[in-house]
């Protein structure tokens, strides 16, 4: 079964800073999807990957699949203190409709 | 567009007890899928629900079930609360058609505190 970990687990970070969250994934899925959430509250979606290569921005973030090497990656450019939220990778399977594969969530802590 | 609802916010119920929870998806989304949120075990699929048919199960007991209705809307369903169920239960819902793998949309989730 599909396995997903993400790392690292928890991030400080000053604004201003850039940095990368890494999601790791045991077996190719059909999909790899981005998603945030605010403490207390539910999951925004943030991207959609669908084929090795894809590469998806918005705003200061930006995701990225590499089918191959089982990765996808979300990097902050210039982070600013509303990037603050736990952020989510996910995997899922056509075959599998609706189940999707979340990895343990990385806690991103931007600090002035 | 008006998002995916879910009812009640939060409950309070003690073990033994059984609690239903209810999702509106978004309008034209056929597509429901449950979640369980809690610290420990992170996001664990449910199960999922297209056109009244349960299509994937995860690893969860049979205390656990679920329905759809015609229009869409789904409940799901715990029996024997057990201290261990309390989380957050998060519905999805996507426009995936019979075979597809569609965006999910999140509701705000239902915290239950099972004491």
């Known amino acids: 079964e599909l396995k997903v970990e993400q790392n690292p687990l928890f991030l400080s970070m000053q604004e201003g800073k850039n940095y990368t969250i890494y999601c790791n994934y045991s077996?190719?899925?059909?999909?790899l999807y981005w998603y945030r959430q605010d403490p207390g509250k539910s999951l925004e979606s943030l991207f959609v990957l669908l084929s090795n290569g894809a590469v998806k921005q918005e705003g200061r973030l930006m995701a990225s699949l590499d089918t191959k090497a089982r990765l996808s990656t979300l990097h902050i450019t210039a982070a600013v203190h509303d990037l603050s939220a736990t952020y989510f990778c996910a995997g899922g399977f056509y075959n599998q409709g609706g189940k999707l594969i979340f990895g343990q969530g990385t806690e991103l802590s931007v600090k002035p | 567009k008006a998002g995916v609802t879910q009812t009640p916010r939060y409950l309070i119920k003690t073990r033994g007890q059984q609690v239903t929870l209810s999702c509106s998806p978004i309008?034209?989304?056929?597509?429901v899928s449950w979640y369980q949120q809690t610290p420990g075990q992170g996001l664990q699929f449910l199960f999922e629900y297209f056109s009244e048919t349960q299509r994937n199960k995860g690893n969860f007991p049979g205390r656990f079930s679920g329905r759809q209705f015609s229009n869409s809307r789904s409940e799901m369903n715990v029996s024997t609360l057990e201290l261990g169920d309390s989380a957050l239960y998060l519905c999805a819902s996507s426009l995936a058609g019979r075979g597809g793998l569609g965006t999910q949309y999140f509701g705000p989730g239902t915290r239950l505190l099972v004491l």
């Open positions: 077996t190719t899925s059909d999909r």
């Open positions: 309008s034209g989304h056929r597509s």
